[in-house]
Nanobody
Framework: QVQLVESGGGLVQAGGSLRLSCAASGRTFSRNAMAWFRQAPGKERNFVAYISWSGGTTYYADSVKGRFTISRDNAKNTVYLQINSLKPEDTAVYYC?????????????????????WGQGTQVTVSS
């Protein structure tokens, strides 16, 4: 069993920045990919960013490219999401996810169904 705990969300003005963290514990999979998704009220959960186990491969949703940066520290079993130049449309609950099996390639990386474990989410609210 893997537990994922997100933190770092909050209320921020448009143009501001936040750094989200996701700490993994339990049966951790330091050699597996991790990802961030987000879900706005009344909408489906959408892919935000992916990082391979080594950190050498990253993917981003088009809507966040150039503003969001995903990174990881395997020694701490933690993945981060630096989010800059926040926009009101970034308002959502942000979830981290990981998988018990390898996830690679942009198609599979962006699918929520590719991931087995999810955190409880952290709320990001951007005011205009």
């Amino acid at each position: 069993q893997v537990q994922l705990v997100e933190s770092g969300g909050g209320l921020v003005q448009a143009g501001g920045s936040l750094r989200l963290s996701c700490a993994a514990s339990g049966r951790t999979f330091s050699r597996n990919a991790m990802a961030w998704f987000r879900q706005a009220p009344g909408k489906e959960r959408n892919f935000v960013a992916y990082i391979s186990w080594s950190g050498g491969t990253t993917y981003y949703a088009d809507s966040v490219k150039g503003r969001f940066t995903i990174s990881r520290d395997n020694a701490k079993n933690t993945v981060y999401l630096q989010i800059n130049s926040l926009k009101p449309e970034d308002t959502a609950v942000y979830y981290c996810a990981t998988s018990a099996t390898p996830v690679s390639g942009t198609t599979y990386a962006a699918r929520a169904a590719s991931y087995d474990y999810w955190g409880q989410g952290t709320q990001v609210t951007v005011s205009s």
